[in-house]
C-alpha cells in the first residue's frame, strides 16, 4: 500500500526515483518524442522523483514512457516492496 491505495507494480530508478502503480486506467494512442505509440497503457500512481521529492503525488503515468528509461528504470519484484520507501506491505 501506498497512502492507502494498495499497489500493483514498483519501478525504480539508479536516482532513487520511484514511481507506485496503483491503477490501470486505459489504452490510448499518443506521440512521445516525435513518434507515435499506439494503443499503450495509461496508468495511475503515485511519483516520488528523486529531483524533487517535495512534490510526490498522485497522478497519471505513461507505462510506454517508463519502458523507454529501461535500462534506468527495473520493476522492483514484489519480495522487495518491503524496503521501497513510504511502501507497506501487508499479508492478505
Known amino acids: 500500500m501506498i497512502h492507502g491505495e494498495p499497489v500493483i507494480d514498483i519501478y525504480e530508478s539508479f536516482d ?3 514511481w507506485f502503480i496503483t491503477e490501470k486506467l486505459y489504452n490510448q494512442d499518443s ?3 516525435g513518434e507515435v505509440y499506439k ?3 495509461i496508468l495511475w500512481g503515485f511519483a516520488k522523483l528523486s529531483a524533487c521529492p517535495e512534490f510526490a503525488e498522485f497522478g497519471k503515468i505513461s507505462e510506454t514512457e517508463l519502458n523507454l528509461l529501461k535500462p534506468r528504470i527495473w520493476k522492483v519484484p514484489r519480495k522487495n516492496w518491503a524496503v521501497c520507501p ?4 501487508k499479508s492478505i
Not at 513510504?86 to 506491505?89: G, L, P, S
Open 39 to 41: 494503443d499503450h497503457q
Open 31 to 33: 506521440v512521445i518524442d
Open 86 to 89: 513510504e511502501v507497506e506491505v
Open 16 to 18: 532513487g526515483s520511484y
